[in-house]
């Protein structure tokens, strides 16, 4: 089903940065990687966009970027340390934390990734696919997250 809403607006905590996003919008994918689990605090729950449907409206100067693997980087505000974006150089798309953006967002959870290695404090007990760490539920060999 289509989400009810073209566009969607976010920022962060102190609200430095503003952005827009324009549908459409994957469904939400919630990490449970190491990786996610540090930078955010505790998991993270990411819709995402191509880039040209992503609009930043506000706070160039204070939107950083932390490169966490080869292959990744994670966008934050260097004033209030939130979390928000997520992304591979060059391919075309960006990942936005869900909990950034206006409510109600009309976007729903398709899914739960690196679940085989999430930390022991809690359970994930939605209905929604469960893999061990990528999209296939048996490959291990892809291991590291980014
Ligand atoms: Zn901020
Ligand atoms: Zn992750």
């Given at each position: 089903m289509p989400n009810p809403k073209d566009e969607l607006s976010g920022g962060c905590l102190c609200g430095a940065v503003r952005f827009a996003i324009k549908a459409p919008f994957r469904p939400v994918i919630q990490c449970h990687c190491g990786q996610c689990a540090r930078w955010t605090g505790h998991y993270v729950a990411a819709t995402q966009v191509a880039t040209e449907q992503f609009k930043l409206i506000n706070g160039s100067d204070h939107l950083a970027w932390y490169r966490s693997s080869n292959r990744a980087e994670r966008g934050f505000c260097s004033k209030c340390g939130s979390s928000m974006f997520w992304r591979r150089p060059d391919d075309g798309r960006i990942s936005i934390l869900a909990g950034t953006l206006e409510r109600p967002t009309g976007l729903k959870t398709s899914h739960h990734i690196f679940v085989a290695v999430k930390?022991?404090?809690?359970?994930?007990?939605?209905t929604t696919p469960c893999y061990d760490r990528w999209m296939e539920k048996t490959d291990t060999a892809k291991g590291e997250a980014d």
């Open positions: 930390s022991d404090y809690y359970d994930v007990r939605d």
